[in-house]
């Protein structure tokens, strides 16, 4: 009777693990159904932070209104997909990979509401330009970069495309006598500003500037001027350059200096840069009105060149937030960098439309949170702040 107990047990037993096999959840379809939410929100009254829930860190955000669009790098891996983040969802999803394989990356993301341009980079550094429709989800158009037609960056502004093309197969590579004459020949060469439209696919050639070389191998712009420096020959001065949108004229302006950069146009008429030397990084942040055609000094002791500007009067460094009315008075604001401890940087291409940073959280390196900061939570002072 015993035997038979243990019998019609072991029975009941293996009935039941059968039925649990049957009827196991399938998690895969919950999953799908389901996906895991890409992250989590925290609001307060200065700001709104993204946070990443997955390893990794953001860079080249566009933040719109209703999606993020960001490249996020992982440790020492480059960006291979150009991701979409809506803010809603929360979900995370890749609108375009790398077309070069393991050894390609997105080196560069930057958009507005209608459009993104990104650069894919292949495994010899020459960089494909992608124009990408968001609200029509496709690709208007590729730019191929080559060693003839090098660029390695873009600005893009409302609904045209500019970027500095050179022809690295010209620059020179010669040793040189180590005179600091030497410094404007080795490793320099002439560039092209294009602009591509994109509505009506017209490339164009802007202007060509003498030696593109760092830093003025970036280009600005206003609301209605894009804004760059020709640095020309050694024995020569630099020239602070903007080309007007509407009528498509050029205007340079010589302020008597041997090296500038890091332009940072406050309207269509004054511009910030930075001076410096072929000996020491550049310090001291100045204002340039073409008008009157006098220079002003914003903070001489400035030395964020990086810093980031809206282009209707605000300049925010690592250091401090500066606010420059029409008639030139400057205002101070260290709230943003105490709030973050100076551990935050704009990661955008050209100008800022918002306060949107990334910064870490979570006792991590990883730049791994977007930062919408109130700007009504900034508090200014007339005074420079040390």
């Not at 960006?79 to 999803?93: G, P, Y």
């Not at 604001?333 to 050209?350: A, C, H, I």
Request: with cysteine; charged share 25%; proline share 2%.
């Amino acid at each position: 009777m015993k035997k038979l107990t243990i019998i019609i047990l072991g029975i009941l037993f293996l009935e039941s693990v059968i039925l649990m096999w049957i009827y196991k959840p399938d998690t895969s379809k919950e999953e799908i159904n389901h996906p895991k939410k890409a992250i989590d929100v925290q609001k307060n009254n200065s700001f709104v932070k993204y946070n990443l829930k997955e390893e990794g860190s953001f860079f080249s955000i566009v933040n719109n209104k209703d999606v993020l669009y960001t490249l996020i790098g992982i440790s020492e891996m480059p960006a291979k997909d150009v991701f979409s983040i809506d803010k809603s969802s929360r979900l995370k999803n890749s609108i375009y990979t790398t077309k070069h394989g393991e050894n390609g990356q997105i080196i560069s993301l930057g958009g507005n509401e209608k459009y993104l341009v990104w650069l894919d980079q292949n495994i010899d550094y020459l960089c494909t330009m992608i124009v990408y429709d968001i609200a029509q989800k496709k690709i208007l158009a590729t730019i191929e970069g080559s060693e003839k037609k090098y660029f390695d960056s873009f600005l893009l502004n409302e609904d045209t495309v500019y970027w500095i093309e050179s022809d690295v197969t010209k620059q020179q590579t010669e040793t040189g006598t180590g005179e600091d004459k030497d410094t404007m020949i080795v490793g320099n060469y002439t560039g092209k500003i294009q602009s591509y439209h994109i509505g009506s696919g017209k490339q164009q050639t802007i202007d060509t500037i003498q030696t593109v070389n760092y830093p003025n191998d970036e280009l600005t712009v206003s609301k209605d001027k894009l804004w760059y420096i020709d640095n020309r020959a050694f024995s020569e001065n630099a020239l602070i350059k903007n080309y007007d949108f509407d009528t498509n004229r050029i205007a340079a302006y010589n302020l008597k200096e041997q090296f500038l950069g890091h332009l940072k146009p406050i309207d269509n008429d004054r511009v910030a840069f930075f001076k410096y030397t072929i000996h020491a990084a550049p310090i001291g942040m100045y204002l340039y009105n073409t008008n009157s055609r006098e220079i002003t000094v914003i903070n001489a002791q400035e030395n964020d060149n990086r810093a980031s500007y809206d282009r209707a009067g605000r300049i925010i460094s690592s250091h401090i937030s500066y606010d420059i009315d029409e008639e030139g008075k400057v205002k101070f604001s260290d709230t943003l960098q105490r709030e973050f401890n100076d551990n935050f940087y704009f990661s955008s291409v050209g100008p800022i439309s918002s306060l949107s940073i990334t910064t870490s959280s979570k006792g991590t390196t990883d730049f791994n949170s977007i930062v919408e900061f109130n700007p009504d939570a900034l508090k200014w002072t007339d005074k420079l702040l040390p």
